[in-house]
């Protein structure tokens, strides 16, 4: 009788990836982070499980969407309170905050359960080109031919 295997998460094991969000796509950015993230790209990848590495993405500012969605797009929010909901564009979220986009649309596309947290907390994003992450020493992530730039 064969026996499944479950792989032993080694969280020592996990990678650095750093992703350009300059000039990309919104949408497509997201899929393949959250790709990564997820670790749908590592052949020992489990649905249930966190095998998935940490990514960072560098210049959330100069992230781009397609069509009208600049002017058209709402994010919402609500306090809690009675009358407590908040609408924003896109363009006036991306002037305030443009870290939010970036994490609304890949935590959007994660499982919405504890392992989706789990995932999400592996998610880096920045305003600019600079990140603390140095020491990690990331590797750059190359969505154009979905591989990994060595």
Known sequence: ????????????NRQWFLVDAENQTLGRLATEVASVLRGKTKPDFTPHLDTGDFVVVVNAEKIRVTGKKAQQKLYRRHSGRPGGMKVETFNSLQNRLPERIVEKAI?????????????????????GAEHPHAAQKPQILNFDSTTLAQ
Do not use: C, E, W
């Open 1 to 12: 009788m064969n026996k499944t295997t479950i792989p032993s998460i080694d969280s020592s």
């Open 107 to 127: 935590k959007g596309m994660l499982p919405h359960n504890a392992l989706g947290r789990q995932l999400f907390r592996k998610l880096k994003v920045y305003r």
